[in-house]
């Protein structure tokens, strides 16, 4: 009975020292999930609507058909799309300098998603409110006050069912509206695509890509920057680009 009853008692004190650390694992998982919830939302196209009368949006939707996959449809309940892993990010450096045909901090004002032509792809094009130009080599000069169009590729699509299929090239972030960032940006033509960027909130630096996995962390290059103070940020970028123009005129 004695034996019975200790056993009893080392029971009940294991349960008890267990469950904090149930608490503790479950509390973590939370606040990532909050910390996550609500970042990072693609731009909502729905089914079936055509841009066939708007010929600059077709000269556009043509970049991102994809005609060996086949036209966009609805998967089963349940079966979610899974990001397209390309591995995109390989030598691309933490800050694409070089990279960029322009280099500004703007505000996204609008995002909005589109099919391609032939209904096989996907792509998002974010309205950038520019603050300050850091860099511009195009043709036409860009001002502060303009608003430019950036692309990149993924989106999200609302079927007539009301279920909502998401596609995404894996570790890349979304632009959301009425948030502030640095953009890396590559002249497409008339608009430009989304190299990559840094949000500015709140004084402090966050990658736009990279910031996907389990864990919450940043895995990526770009995690160099994260957290750190946007006028050490911005000063350390001004000055590299600086750099980088002069190594060019040389």
Aim: some cysteine.
């Amino acid at each position: 009975m004695l034996i019975k009853r200790k056993f009893l008692g080392l029971l009940l004190l294991t349960t008890l020292l267990a469950v904090p650390m149930v608490l503790l694992s479950r509390s973590k998982t939370e606040a990532i999930g909050q910390r996550n919830k609500g970042a990072d939302q693609e731009p909502i196209v729905e089914y079936g609507i055509s841009q066939a009368n708007d010929v600059k949006r077709q000269a556009k939707g043509r970049r991102y058909d994809k005609p060996k996959n086949g036209p966009i449809s609805e998967l089963p309940p349940g079966v979610e799309e899974l990001p397209l892993n390309s591995h995109w990010w390989q030598g691309i450096p933490v800050l694409p300098i070089s990279e960029s045909t322009t280099i500004v901090v703007g505000d996204v004002v609008d995002g909005k998603a589109y099919l391609s032509n032939d209904g096989s792809g996907i792509y998002s094009e974010f309205a950038v409110r520019v603050e300050q130009v850091l860099k511009d080599t195009n043709p036409i000069t860009l001002n502060p006050g303009e608003t430019i169009a950036a692309e990149r590729m993924g989106g999200a699509v609302r079927f007539p069912s009301g279920k909502v299929q998401r596609y995404r090239i894996s570790r890349q972030g979304m632009p959301q509206v009425n948030e502030r960032y640095v953009f890396f940006l590559k002249c497409n033509g008339e608009d430009h695509d989304i190299i990559t960027g840094y949000q500015l909130k709140d004084g402090k630096v966050r990658p736009l890509d990279g910031s996907d996995t389990s864990d919450g962390e940043n895995g990526l290059q770009f995690g160099k920057y994260d957290g750190i103070a946007e006028y050490s940020f911005l000063s350390e970028l001004q000055e590299a680009i600086y750099s980088s123009l002069r190594k060019e005129r040389k």
